[in-house]
C-alpha cells in the first residue's frame, strides 16, 4: 500500500530555508503525480507544487519561484526546497500523490494519497 511519511518541518525566521522530505513506498513514483500541498489556518487548501511522473514541476503563482519540488525515483524521496520564507508560509505541509492520471497530475487540490504532515513556522 502507498505510504508517504513527511519530516523536514520546523521553525525558521523569516528568509530562512527548509527543505521538506517526503520518503515513499507502496507505488512507482515514476507512473505517479508527487507533489506537496498545505493548509494554513482560515485558508483553503492550496496545491504548493505537483511534479509528474514525467519529471515535470508546477507551482502555485503566489510562490513567485521561492519553492523547488523535486524527486529521486530510484530512492522514492520527495523533496521540497523553500527559500525566503514568509511568516504566511507557516503551515502543515502534506505530501499528497495520485497515480489515476497516467502518470499526469489531478487537475484540482484532490490526491489519493497523503501523508501525516509536517509542520513550518516562520516567525517575523
Known amino acids: 500500500q502507498v505510504h508517504l511519511v513527511e519530516s523536514g518541518g520546523g521553525s525558521v525566521q523569516a528568509g530562512g530555508s527548509l527543505r521538506l522530505s517526503c520518503a515513499a513506498s507502496?507505488?512507482?513514483?515514476?507512473?505517479?503525480?508527487m507533489g506537496w500541498v498545505r493548509q494554513r489556518p482560515g485558508k483553503e487548501r492550496e496545491r504548493v507544487a505537483t511534479?509528474?511522473?514525467?519529471?515535470?514541476?508546477k507551482y502555485a503563482n503566489s510562490l513567485k519561484g521561492r519553492f523547488t519540488i523535486s524527486k529521486d525515483n530510484s530512492k522514492n524521496i520527495l523533496y521540497l526546497q523553500m527559500n525566503s520564507l514568509q511568516p504566511d508560509d507557516s503551515s502543515m505541509y502534506y505530501c499528497?500523490?495520485?497515480?489515476?492520471?497516467?502518470?499526469?497530475?489531478?487537475?484540482?487540490?484532490?490526491?489519493?494519497?497523503w501523508g501525516q504532515g509536517t509542520q513550518v513556522s516562520v516567525s517575523s
Open positions: 507502496g507505488f512507482n513514483a515514476s507512473r505517479y503525480c
Open positions: 499528497v500523490a495520485d497515480g489515476a492520471y497516467n502518470g499526469y497530475c489531478p487537475a484540482e487540490n484532490i490526491f489519493a494519497s
Open positions: 511534479i509528474n511522473g514525467y519529471g515535470a514541476p
